[in-house]
T-cell receptor
Framework: GIQVEQSPPDLILQEGANSTLRCNFS?????LQWFHQNPWGQLINLFYIPSGTKQNGRLSATTVATERYSLLYISSSQTTDSGVYFCAVPTQGGSEKLVFGKGMKLTVNP | KAGVTQTPRYLIKTRGQQVTLSCSPI?????VSWYQQTPGQGLQFLFEYFSETQRNKGNFPGRFSGRQFSNSRSEMNVSTLELGDSALYLC???????????FGPGTRLLVL
């Protein structure tokens, strides 16, 4: 089945710093989602981004489907950005069955 | 519009018991998926329902089952609980297949 790898696994930043999270996937996909899991466990959808670039405030994401990777950029990080970030792709086109990466734990210190 | 809701939020059971978790999707969403999250295995897909039909199933034993009602609400059941079933169970809904999935707050199950 499709494999999803995220890097780095952990990242510690000072407030105000920028960061880039990477997600590699082993097969072609027709969509990709980025999520943020808060300390209480809820997964918050950040981006649905099958290709191209999207921006939402301080966050932006780019997916290069032909090269099988996606990047999540966080600029001017805040302590509330702390948590675990996941990327997920469907196992097959049109499927709701998502395969998640192992996540990247971000800690933003004041 | 209200988000995905899950009940109960926390649950403690003992080995051998069974448990039923409930998920109410966002109004108008017909697809409901369930995931199990553990520290060791991460997020794993359990099953997905659309219009009361199971369309996809993950690699879990038959003790894990689910259903969806005509109002799109879904339940999952775990029978003969084992210690390893302790996990965060997350439910997600989407309007149509292969669209953005919205997750509920989860149910934390502890099996003693």
């Amino acid at each position: 089945g499709i494999q999803v790898e995220q890097s780095p696994p952990d990242l510690i930043l000072q407030e105000g710093a920028n960061s880039t999270l990477r997600c590699n996937f082993s097969d072609s996909v027709n969509n990709l989602q980025w999520f943020h899991q808060n300390p209480w466990g809820q997964l918050i959808n950040l981006f649905y981004i099958p290709s191209g670039t999207k921006q939402n405030g301080r966050l932006s994401a780019t997916t290069v489907a032909t090269e099988r990777y996606s990047l999540l950029y966080i600029s001017s990080s805040q302590t509330t950005d702390s948590g675990v970030y996941f990327c997920a792709v469907p196992t097959q086109g049109g499927s709701e069955k998502l395969v998640f990466g192992k996540g990247m734990k971000l800690t933003v210190n004041p | 519009k209200a988000g995905v809701t899950q009940t109960p939020r926390y649950l403690i059971k003992t080995r051998g018991q069974q448990v039923t978790l409930s998920c109410s999707p966002i109004s108008g969403h017909r697809s409901v998926s369930w995931y199990q999250q553990t520290p060791g295995q991460g997020l794993q897909f359990l099953f997905e329902y659309f219009s009361e039909t199971q369309r996809n199933k993950g690699n879990f034993p038959g003790r894990f089952s689910g259903r969806q009602f005509s109002n799109s609400r879904s339940e999952m059941n775990v029978s003969t609980l084992e210690l390893g079933d302790s996990a965060l169970y997350l439910c997600a809904s989407s309007l149509r297949a292969a669209e953005t999935q919205y997750f509920g707050p989860g149910t934390r199950l502890l099996v003693l």
